[in-house]
């Protein structure tokens, strides 16, 4: 079975920084689009970013120059790496993943089969 965990949240203080992990199992990660969407307090879930099996990345406006998603291929571990957090960052990120051609550039949450539980970060 497909499953992702995601892990390093927690609270920051507005300006700090705070990395996120999504470990993957159960499907050949290097060929999966993979993606952090966020939910904030009353808000749809939303796009963050997304890095695709080529290694090409998109952002959202909202994050651009603030954070770094990656992948580890060998450790089928996807990153986000934030820094200068703003409250309005606060949220629960989610993992999220997707073999088809295209997911990454759409980066819609309707074009993602899996998801991880996800893990609240709160900036205050």
């Known amino acids: 079975d497909v499953q992702l965990v995601e892990s390093g949240g927690g609270s920051v203080q507005a300006g700090g920084s705070r990395r996120l992990s999504c470990v993957a199992s159960?499907?050949?990660?290097?060929?999966?689009?993979m993606a952090w969407f966020r939910q904030g307090p009353g808000k749809d879930r939303e796009a963050v970013a997304s890095?695709?099996?080529?290694?090409?990345?998109i952002y959202a406006d909202s994050v651009k120059g603030r954070f770094t998603i990656s992948r580890d291929n060998i450790k089928a571990t996807l990153y986000l790496q934030m820094n200068s957090l703003k409250p309005d960052d606060t949220a629960i990120y989610y993992c999220?993943?997707?073999?088809?051609?295209?997911?990454?550039?759409?980066?819609?949450?309707?074009?993602?089969?899996?998801w991880g539980q996800g893990t609240q970060v709160t900036v205050s």
């Open positions: 890095v695709d099996t080529d290694g090409s990345t």
């Open positions: 159960g499907f050949t990660f290097s060929y999966y689009c």
């Open positions: 999220a993943a997707d073999p088809s051609l295209g997911a990454c550039v759409r980066l819609r949450v309707a074009s993602f089969d899996y």
